[in-house]
């Protein structure tokens, strides 16, 4: 059996940077507000009449990705775009990738599974690589929130924590089985999917509904129960960790370097002080451009290997939770 290995990463964010102060003049909210509840000083959202989408966006990094990896787009035999702000209902963005890159007539799919988006879909590619089905498969994780939130008083709890932005990264089959991949680890739990949730557009929320709703309707912006989410959030992330380092025979001493879903600054540092890590063990960029969901995770990651914190033969652990509720973690040897 193969094993895959990351080797092009690449991110895309928008030019437009919205600060806490700004959205103070959206809404009843303030800088220490917001930063004592997530951490979060600015984030990066798509300006008014630019062409950037969740698509567009993870194409922009995509071809860096297939750059840095020193191949073609022609090179690339699959895509998988994790996304839960698609451009369309339906087809996904990852055949629009297919056409954007202008790539040949290869499969490609889309991960519905939000916050953990990455994760699924890093996870995916590994097992196509794995079986020997694929040398090079694109990653994709891109979101464009900012045009679906509620940017008033009402919604400030959940509006101040997103930001758009796009990751990606080429993996690439190799024979050596000490580096890459050395395994994922995934989880589910449907019986919460309405602590974290967007109800509409559905199919039973759908065109009829659409034209006649007003502006007391708020199906179609995000909840969040968020006291519920963090209480999750620290156990799942704590587990799904330690899950991944006992399958690798490992322990938290051996981690490298630990990126999490940048889903709020204060669940990070939880997890951080539980695996006693130190500052430059661990990589945040929430501070910078806020919880990008699918896509957080791979900026981040691209971030902090073109700072040099991720090295040669490194131990690599990611982890996210998020919406579904869904939660896993993936093991790598760098």
Same mark, same amino acid.
């Given at each position: ?12 964010? /928008?030019?437009?940077? &919205? ?12 800088? !220490? ?9 600015? @984030? @990066? ?5 630019? !062409? ?79 079986? +020997? ?11 464009? $929130? ?9 919604? @400030? +709890? ?19 089985? %000490?580096? +890459? ?19 509409? /557009? ?33 156990? @799942?992330?704590?587990? &799904? ?7 690798? %025979? ?9 990126? /999490? $879903? ?8 939880? &997890?951080? $002080? ?42 690599? &652990? ?17």
């Amino acid at each position: 059996m193969y094993n895959s290995k990351i080797i092009g990463l690449g991110s895309y964010v /928008p030019d437009n940077v &919205v600060t806490n102060d700004e959205l103070s003049k959206m809404m009843d909210t303030n800088d !220490e507000w917001i930063q004592e509840r997530t951490g979060i000083k600015e @984030r @990066r959202w798509v300006s008014k009449g630019s !062409e950037d989408t969740s698509a567009v966006m993870g194409a922009k990094a995509a071809k860096i990705a297939i750059d840095k990896a020193g191949l073609t787009k022609d090179d690339i035999d699959f895509i998988v775009f994790a996304t839960l702000s698609p451009d369309y209902y339906f087809p996904g963005c990852g055949v629009q990738i297919q056409d954007m890159l202008d790539m040949p007539t290869i499969g490609a799919i889309d991960i519905r599974n939000q916050c953990s988006g990455f994760i699924y879909a890093l996870s995916t590619a590994d097992q196509f690589i794995k079986t +020997g089905m694929y040398k090079n498969v694109l990653v994709i994780g891109a979101e464009y $929130h900012s045009n679906g939130l509620d940017k008033t008083t009402r919604g @400030r +709890g959940v509006s101040v924590i997103f930001g758009d932005g796009a990751g990606a990264c080429v993996l690439s089959r190799t024979e050596d089985n %000490n580096k +890459g991949i050395l395994s994922s680890h995934l989880h589910s739990q449907g019986k919460h999917a309405d602590k974290l949730i967007v109800k509409s /557009p559905s199919i039973k929320h759908w065109v009829p509904e659409i034209l006649e709703s007003t502006e007391e309707d708020t199906s179609y912006y995000p909840f969040m129960d968020g006291t519920f989410v963090f209480k999750h959030a620290v156990v @799942r992330f704590s587990e &799904v960790i330690m899950e991944g380092l006992a399958a690798n %025979n490992l322990n938290p001493n051996d981690i490298d370097m630990f990126i /999490p $879903h940048q889903a709020n600054l204060r669940i990070s540092q939880f &997890v951080q $002080h539980k695996f006693k890590l130190k500052d430059d063990q661990i990589y945040n960029n929430i501070m910078k451009y806020g919880n990008t969901t699918a896509a957080s995770i791979i900026i981040a990651l691209t971030e902090a290997f073109e700072k040099g914190k991720i090295k040669d033969n490194d131990l690599v &652990v990611l982890a996210a939770f998020g919406s579904g509720f869904t939660w896993g973690s993936v093991i790598i040897r760098w």
